[in-house]
């Protein structure tokens, strides 16, 4: 089992910024962000993959960076210029590769309003 902890949400202004942090109770190598606003499926934002290359949504690219710190086993997202659309409950991800099978594992969410 992985444990992820999201934090660093909250309420800013369009064109503000916020970073989020996903702390994983152990280490792993593929881990990511998600989003899901009201009505809407849940998104992809950005990743890491299992060979350490990232991943970004088209509507991420050139605004939200996503980096690592493996000694704290912390992905973080940090977002800039941002928009009312991205507004949505934001989840961390983290995939285990276990031979054939993958395992998906999702922190609580936590919720980026932004207001225009």
């Known amino acids: 089992q992985v444990q992820l902890v999201e934090s660093g949400g909250g309420l800013v202004q369009a064109g503000g910024s916020l970073r989020l942090s996903c702390s994983a109770s152990r280490s792993i190598n593929a881990m990511g962000w998600f989003r899901q606003a009201p009505g809407k499926q849940r998104e992809l934002v950005a990743t890491?993959?299992?060979?350490?290359?990232?991943n970004y949504a088209d509507s991420a690219k050139g605004r939200f960076t996503i980096s690592r710190d493996n000694a704290k086993n912390t992905v973080y997202l940090q977002m800039n210029s941002l928009k009312p659309e991205d507004t949505a409950v934001y989840y961390c991800?983290?995939?285990?590769?276990?031979?054939?099978?993958?395992?998906?594992?999702w922190g609580q969410g936590t919720q980026v309003t932004v207001s225009s």
């Open positions: 890491f993959t299992t060979g350490g290359s990232t």
């Open positions: 991800d983290a995939v285990e590769i276990l031979g054939t099978i993958s395992k998906v594992y």
